[in-house]
């Protein structure tokens, strides 16, 4: 499997981002899929996850500003991430079928 994330960057408080993660080499609508994000000096956390189904949760931190979807058509999965924080500044990774996107960098800053 190939993970292939883009989208992020330099956003104000209060601003929005949305990540993309372009996967092939696997039948995309089989997997449900994970995002995770890791801040400088913490551990890798779970963001949210999406069920083959469409089906999402979130963890409590991004629960009402974060939403996960997906396009089965172009093998795409996104994270729509509304009013960040400058808490939300980390590298995000997608994870599906035991392969790991290669990190996209989210800065929240004034």
């Known amino acids: 499997v190939q993970l292939v994330e883009s989208g992020g960057g330099l956003v104000q408080p209060g601003g929005s981002l949305r990540l993309s993660c372009a996967v092939s080499?696997?039948?995309?609508?089989?997997?449900?899929m994970d995002w995770y994000r890791q801040a400088p000096g913490k551990q890798r956390e779970l963001v949210g996850r999406s069920t083959s189904a469409g089906g999402t949760t979130y963890v409590d931190a991004v629960k009402g500003r974060f939403t996960i979807s997906r396009d089965n058509a172009r093998n795409t999965v996104y994270l729509q991430m509304n009013n960040l924080k400058p808490e939300d500044t980390a590298i995000y990774y997608c994870?599906?079928?035991?392969?790991w996107g290669q990190g996209i960098q989210v800065t929240v800053s004034s």
């Open positions: 080499g696997i039948i995309f609508s089989r997997y449900g």
């Open positions: 994870y599906i079928a035991r392969g």
